[in-house]
């Protein structure tokens, strides 16, 4: 049982550039969400995912797009690479936000923007 | 706008040396307050999940309470394996997890 898989650990972008974050979670939880978490700043929601095919924007999403097409996988993407989007990005599962279990996060991707 | 305090920022503590750290609260709706631990290079672990003023969990050398208020989570003779960043968050009636930024928690040997 993996849990919550992020990959990459580590990458470092040129400001324009774009890229995908992949999370992927074998515990057939419906809820999925992506957090950045920054030095003196609790984490903060950027989109989260209720179920297959349906997405929402959480407090920072603007820079930021996601898909939803299968209940275990949950993408990232970085359209056009920016210096404030340099943080460590985490993404979380749960069986139901309804009755919150608990999430389960992944161990991160710390992202540089040069 | 939903909110959440958590004092102090860092605490050092001596092995066995017992204490609190507090998660001060505002929500519209409080759904639940939720505590976690984060190490250094992980992702946060979930701890407990409180749900109403009163309320208490255990586990192990940990207890969180609940207050209208504000949670408390009280450490009793910690290791040096407790030390770690301690986050509280709180899920209001929008389902939004609105997180702290955390209390870093050292025990000295």
């Known amino acids: 049982n993996a849990g919550v898989t992020q990959t990459p650990k580590f990458q470092v972008l040129k400001t324009g550039q774009s890229m995908t974050l992949q999370c992927a979670q074998d515990?057939?939880?419906?809820?999925m969400s992506w957090y950045r978490q920054d030095p003196g700043m609790g984490l903060r929601l950027i989109h989260y995912?209720?179920?297959?095919?349906?997405?929402d924007q959480g407090e920072v999403p603007n820079g930021y797009n996601v898909s939803r097409s299968t209940t275990e996988d949950f993408p990232l993407r970085l359209l056009s690479a920016a210096p404030s989007q340099t943080s460590v990005y985490f993404c979380?599962?749960?069986?139901?936000?309804?009755?919150?279990?608990?999430?389960?996060f992944g161990s991160g991707t710390r992202l540089t923007v040069v | 706008e939903d909110q959440v305090t958590q004092s102090p920022e860092a605490l050092r503590l001596q092995e066995g040396e017992s204490s609190s750290l507090n998660c001060s609260y505002t929500v519209s709706g409080l759904r639940g307050l939720f505590w976690y631990r984060q190490d250094p290079g992980k992702g946060p672990e979930f701890l407990f999940t409180?749900?109403?003023a009163g309320e208490e969990k255990e586990k192990e050398r940990l207890k969180a309470t609940l207050t209208k208020k504000e949670s408390f989570l009280h450490i009793t003779a910690p290791k040096p394996e407790d030390s770690a960043t301690y986050l509280c968050?709180?899920?209001?009636?929008?389902?939004?997890?609105?997180f702290g930024k955390g209390t870093l928690l050292t025990v000295n040997p």
């Open positions: 968050a709180v899920q209001g009636s929008n389902y939004k997890l609105t």
């Open positions: 979380a599962s749960s069986y139901s936000r309804d009755r919150h279990y608990g999430y389960t």
């Open positions: 515990m057939n939880h419906e809820y």
């Open positions: 409180l749900y109403s």
């Open positions: 995912s209720v179920g297959a095919g349906i997405t």
